[in-house]
């Protein structure tokens, strides 16, 4: 580097690693002397050092810059290697960190990786990925069509890194330019589903009640294993022609990743593999296969290539492993650790999800780490409005709001109301609203080891229901919220602005009690098609604050003038008596999902979170 006063250069002696600077320096500019395997010292070296001259006199404006231009110096592809291969034994300050800071971008193209310094490496990655694709049968060679076009393709490359930051291997992912495709030509379809969060949860919650076994599964080139229906051309990948038929094209046999309807193939794919073995898919939840192998019953939830098996019995795991490798090109990741960015720990029959690692990673980045926590995600005191002026960056507090909503929706239920509020304001934030994200910020410092908790009791599905009334200036609509428990900890919850204006507290909360509903519905059928569950299933049982929306729910005719409520209360009313769910009245201080709806105390956020399964991994100090 450059001294910073004087016009002199800052250099480090590798031998005892220590700064030194000089005025005057020659440099070769066209070759380092790194590759020659030898460190040239003041003796032999053709470089001459001079030492700097200090100036006479206390002004310092005697001090001059040189005005020759400082442009940075490439010294060829070979510097970082044969630097880092020279004096990793001799300088501990290039460790794994350093190392990925030196290493160059991943390449962008397939000349660009044959032509970098990880050619080889690139290329074995890309031979890899070929093999699998050949060995697949993904693909003939012919002559394209009269009246056909190709679709052309490219390489991904991508260095897949440790947890340290080290490189733990180099990935090439041949993907098929699936942008140019015509709808009703070259596809139909695109559909996939995929499970959903809270069936995961609820899965866990059933683990922990019936003591499962949980094993993870990955299928390795997913998308490769879907067959197509349509007639597509490809061109051949860059730079991977086959000698002697550059001119033919690929007729694909099997999806390809970049495909849309690859994932719809994929899941048709599996679907019918699985089904065919003796699994049953779940009515509400397409995704979860059961299966009775003896007295174990085994479960099977996918989510694209991600699986995880749950099982009583570890012979019936080991058995579902063996046929799915059978099939598939697998990878057994054993019990489970890491599920869609979720840490599953498990004492004993208890399971813990907890997201505190990328807590803390949103923290750093966000620069809220060396923060005062606080005790209450949102001021209730704090009345936000719409900033009709300037925004002020509105880039990162979207960015933030994404990022928390992803925490909230997957294992921070507490944060559910705080995260609905600001995300109103997303598009034009103010002061106030990042004073508030602030806030936000700094109770997650606080509460970064919070995670949810099955233990297994109780083994009842519950469900909580609030609203709060337009509580504040600007917006006339009400808020609901909702929270269901199962093993211990909450499995579904959700706060959400309220699309019909309520005009008073009754109307808001029945309003609350239909979503409700809907929802003790959905997971109902779903814990029904469990052949572990009890049977018949039992109703699920409610708990409102608000005697006068339970008193209408129950009432057999509605004789108000107001048509939403009326088609609502004829939903709710239908559930009630098909025993899909019961109501009960509970004060709104026990009322779990009174945290989703509005601002609350310190002690009452503790005492929510607590009933929803929120605990610290470890103790945490007293803030």
């Given at each position: ?59 310092s404006s005697t001090l001059r810059r040189s005005k020759r231009t400082r442009g940075e110096t490439s ?55 070929l093999d699998s694709i050949r060995s697949n049968h993904t693909w003939d060679l012919v002559d394209l ?288 609203h990042w004073t508030a994200l602030r806030r936000l910020l700094r109770y997650l410092r606080g509460t ?176």
């Amino acid at each position: 580097g450059y001294a910073e006063n004087s016009a002199a250069y800052r250099f480090m002696r590798m031998s005892d690693r220590s700064m030194c600077e000089y005025r005057y320096a020659e440099f070769f500019e066209a070759t380092f002397l790194c590759l020659t395997r030898s460190i040239p010292d003041q003796a032999n070296s053709p470089t001459r050092y001079l030492p700097t001259s200090c100036p006479t006199g206390n002004d310092s404006s005697t001090l001059r810059r040189s005005k020759r231009t400082r442009g940075e110096t490439s010294f060829g592809p070979g510097f970082i290697t044969s630097f880092l291969s020279e004096h990793s034994n001799h300088c501990e300050l290039i460790d794994s960190t350093i190392f990925v800071y030196f290493i160059e971008d991943d390449p962008k193209t397939f000349e660009a990786a044959m032509r970098s310094v990880d050619a080889h490496l690139w290329k074995e990655a890309s031979d890899s990925e070929l093999d699998s694709i050949r060995s697949n049968h993904t693909w003939d060679l012919v002559d394209l069509p009269k009246g056909c076009r190709s679709i052309g393709c490219k390489w991904i490359f991508k260095r897949k890194l440790r947890t340290n930051g080290s490189i733990d291997r180099y990935k090439a992912r041949l993907v098929i330019k699936g942008f140019t495709q015509k709808k009703r030509i070259d596809f139909f379809d695109t559909y996939s589903p995929v499970t959903k969060i809270t069936t995961i949860r609820t899965m866990f919650a059933l683990a922990s009640i019936f003591n499962m076994h949980v094993h993870q599964m990955d299928v390795k080139t997913a998308f490769l294993n879907g067959d197509l229906d349509e007639e597509i051309y490809m061109d051949q990948p860059p730079g991977c022609a086959e000698p002697g038929f550059e001119n033919k094209v690929c007729r694909l046999r099997k999806s390809l990743y970049g495909l849309k309807q690859a994932p719809k193939q994929w899941f048709e794919k599996f679907h019918n593999t699985i089904t065919g073995f003796g699994f049953k898919a779940n009515s509400s939840d397409t995704c979860i296969y059961s299966k009775m192998f003896n007295n174990a019953c085994v479960f099977l939830c996918l989510y694209v290539d991600d699986m995880l098996i749950f099982s009583t019995h570890m012979s019936a795991i080991e058995e579902t492993k063996l046929f799915l490798s059978s099939k598939f090109e697998m990878k057994d990741m054993g019990p489970v650790d890491v599920i869609l960015g979720v840490k599953v720990i498990q004492q004993g029959r208890k399971f813990i999800l907890s997201q505190s690692h990328y807590s803390e990673k949103l923290l750093k980045k966000f620069n809220s780490w060396n923060v005062t926590p606080v005790r209450t995600p949102y001021d209730p005191s704090v009345h936000l409005e719409k900033n009709n002026g300037i925004g002020i960056e509105q880039e990162d507090y979207a960015k933030i709001i994404g990022s928390l909503m992803f925490l909230m929706n997957y294992t921070r239920p507490d944060i559910g109301y705080a995260v609905n509020r600001l995300s109103r304001y997303t598009h034009n934030p103010g002061t106030e609203h990042w004073t508030a994200l602030r806030r936000l910020l700094r109770y997650l410092r606080g509460t970064t080891e919070w995670s949810l908790h099955y233990e297994g009791f109780p083994g009842v599905l519950e469900g909580y229901t609030d609203a709060n009334w337009v509580s504040d200036n600007e917006y006339v609509n009400s808020t609901s919220g909702f929270v269901f428990t199962l093993g211990g900890a909450a499995i579904s919850w959700k706060s959400s602005k309220q699309t019909c204006i309520a005009r008073s507290t009754m109307e808001s909360e029945f309003m609350a009690l239909d979503l409700t509903g809907q929802e003790a519905e959905w997971l109902r059928c779903l814990l029904s098609d469990f052949p572990i569950w009890e049977k018949p299933t039992p109703a699920v049982s409610l708990l409102c604050d608000s005697q006068a929306a339970i008193c209408i729910a129950q009432n057999k005719t509605y004789n108000g003038k107001k048509r939403h409520i009326r088609i609502r209360h004829e939903t709710v009313r239908s559930l009630l008596e098909t025993g899909v769910f019961s109501l009960q009245f509970v004060r709104s201080e026990f009322n779990l999902a009174d945290p989703l709806t509005k601002g609350l105390c310190r002690r009452m956020i503790a005492e929510s979170s607590k009933g929803m399964g929120l605990k610290p991994i470890k103790e945490l100090e007293n803030l």
